[in-house]
């Protein structure tokens, strides 16, 4: 093509460069949830409460009672690449205990909605202190009246990026996942209690008192929470070392949609390794396009397990991903055919 048409290649500005990478953290509102409930999580929080409005497009709000943050803390958590999680990369070889270490957040999301984070530190007397982002732009550091620990008000996520706020899906759509995020934290952390609100209305809320049968009711209600067998295993091998959780009587599903919940190492996770696993372990007693519940956590050596297929998804990959399937299957198998749940399909041994 003639020069005088050839496109230029030019550094794009601050602005631009900053809502694309927002597009990448933040892909709708459940992502934000995430985002803040495992913040709220690594602040050592006892009680997190989420409360959306419209599926969370017009407002996201996450309130926890966890360590809280000082006005200059306040002022640093929103710029961005700012963490207190780790200090270089030596920390990410040795392992990471908290759920974030990116430091990008809370910087991202400031810069396609109206974001207020409001917070006081633990411990500490007087008012906090709140700071408001508004499309990337940030306020004064102000004195705000406010319990100890942290509230973060996301307000019209995409005002600014027009292209993605079309992409979002119906209000019940954004909630589903929002839901599904939620459902999750609560499950995995049975001691923190956990609630959600849609629109004003209570959705589910924890006791956090510890017990996941107790969670498992809150979340799901009596007639799930009933149907619940405990699986406990510690399978032989190196591959797996422990397996424990709930699964559903088989008779107890739900059609065209999976309420399975399968935690690696304390993280919550997706694989379809663990799916097959528990579907295969019902051996072919579901009826078609029914599926079971399951809350299911393995333990496994954590150099066997890679979760960084990709650092915003929660597929993890194992390294013998056969002696997973199996060491599951048999847990969950084992624990349905205890309580004469379903009938032994071969002799195993
Ligand atoms: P990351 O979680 O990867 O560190 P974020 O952008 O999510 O990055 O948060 C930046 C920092 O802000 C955190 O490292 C933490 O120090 C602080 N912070 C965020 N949310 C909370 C909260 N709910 N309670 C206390 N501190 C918080
Ligand atoms: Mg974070």
């Known amino acids: 093509r003639p020069a ?3 496109p230029t290649i030019q550094a794009l500005d ?40 419209n599926g969370g497009k017009d407002g996201v709000r996450v309130r926890d ?17 700012t963490t207190s999680k780790i200090s270089d990369i030596d920390d990410l070889e040795t392992g990471v205990a908290t759920l974030g270490f990116r430091g990008e ?47 973060i008000e996301v307000d019209d996520l995409f005002f600014n990026t027009p292209a993605r706020k079309k992409f979002l899906k119906t209000d019940a759509t954004e909630f589903d996942h929002v839901n599904t995020v939620v459902t999750q934290y609560a499950l995995a952390n049975p001691g923190v209690a956990v609630s959600l609100e849609h629109n004003d209305r209570e959705v589910f809320a924890t006791e956090g008192r510890g ?23 510690d399978p032989d091998g190196d591959t797996v070392d422990s397996v424990s959780g709930l699964v559903s009587h088989p008779e107890t599903t739900r059609a065209g949609r999976e309420y399975l919940s399968t935690f690696v190492n304390g993280r919550y996770v997706t694989a379809g390794t663990l799916r097959e696993a528990v579907l295969d372990a019902y051996g072919g007693q579901l009826a078609p396009d029914r599926y079971p519940f399951a809350v299911l956590f393995l333990d496994v050596p954590a ?8 650092p915003r998804k929660m597929e993890v990959r194992f390294d013998d991903e056969s002696g ?18 379903i009938r032994s399909s071969a002799p195993r041994g």
């Open 4 to 6: 005088d048409e050839r």
């Open 105 to 151: 957040a809370l910087h991202t999301i400031g810069a396609v909605s109206r974001t207020t984070v409001r917070s006081k530190p633990r411990g500490a007397a007087g008012a906090g202190a709140e700071l408001t982002v508004e499309g990337g732009d940030v306020g004064e550091v102000r004195p705000a009246g406010c319990p100890a620990g942290t509230t």
């Open 324 to 341: 997973v399937k199996s060491a599951v299957e048999a847990a969950v198998e084992s624990a349905l055919l205890d309580e004469g749940l």
């Open 211 to 233: 017990s996941l049968e107790s969670t498992v009711l809150s979340v799901y209600g009596r007639e799930v929470a009933e149907a619940m067998t405990t699986v406990d295993a």
């Open 303 to 310: 150099n066997s397990v890679d979760v960084n297929v990709h």
């Open 14 to 53: 601050q602005t631009t460069v900053q809502r694309i990478a927002a597009g990448e953290v933040v892909e709708r509102p459940a992502s934000v949830v995430k985002e803040l409930v495992e913040n709220s999580l690594d602040a050592d929080a006892s009680r997190v409460s989420v409360a959306v409005r």
């Open 65 to 81: 009672d966890g360590v809280g943050m000082t006005e200059d803390e306040l002022a640093v958590a929103v710029e961005e690449h």
